[in-house]
T-cell receptor, first 115, second 111 residues
């Protein structure tokens, strides 16, 4: 079956530090890959996505590249801000049959950025 | 557009009580989903509806039922609540392209 594994947190960084959150996946076929962010007390928001191998998703300074050879989709940001403090979820979605695009989520990585 | 809305935001139940969580979307999406979020577990799919008139079980359907009332609304019912159903419940919707839009969640406590 499909699964997503991401690094456990919490991750604590100083402002302007470099961020990497590792994510690897197991899937049959050719999934689409996502990073979602959850700010305290809120629902999940789509941060970025990639739908095929070698695609790079990017948004708000965050980037992730779909690496089929290593089955990875690591999230990176060059300089984090206090406002980036949140929980980050890696997720995948198989090609649909008639089932819509149900997502398989990793367990989430909590990020705390200190001034 | 309000996006995906959920009611209620918070709920406390006693074991054995029933309740229905409501979800509505105004984006004309075909597919809708219910997830639960538990600490250290990520989000797990309870039920989904690929299109109006269809529903299917996800990873953790036991103890729940759903109704796709129309294209906009997708409700989740707990017939006899148990403490193991204490969780945060999220509704989501999508069109037939990857990526889902999530509601703000319902925090449910079962005593």
């Amino acid at each position: 079956g499909n699964s997503v594994t991401q690094m456990e947190g919490p991750v604590t960084l100083s402002e302007e530090a470099f961020l990497t959150i590792n994510c690897t996946y197991t899937a049959t076929g050719y999934p689409s890959l996502f990073w979602y962010v959850q700010y305290p007390g809120e629902g999940l928001q789509l941060l970025l996505k990639a739908t095929k191998a070698d695609d790079k998703g990017s948004n708000k300074g965050f980037e992730a590249t779909y690496r089929k050879e290593t089955t990875s989709f690591h999230l990176e940001k060059g300089s984090v801000q206090v406002s980036d403090s949140a929980v980050y979820f890696c997720a995948l979605s198989d090609r649909p049959s008639n089932s819509g695009y149900a997502l398989n989520f990793g367990k989430g990585t909590s990020l705390l950025v200190t001034p | 557009n309000a996006g995906v809305t959920q009611t209620p935001k918070f709920q406390v139940l006693k074991t054995g009580q029933s309740m229905t969580l409501q979800c509505a979307q105004d984006m004309n999406h075909n597919s809708m989903y219910w997830y639960r979020q538990d600490p250290g577990m990520g989000l797990r799919l309870i039920y989904y509806s690929a299109s109006e008139g269809t529903t299917d079980k996800g990873e953790v359907p036991n103890g729940y039922n759903v109704s796709r009332l129309n294209k906009r609304e997708f409700s989740l019912r707990l017939e006899s609540a148990a403490p193991s159903q204490t969780s945060v419940y999220f509704c989501a919707s999508s069109v037939q392209i990857p990526g889902q839009f999530f509601g703000p969640g319902t925090r449910l406590t079962v005593l």
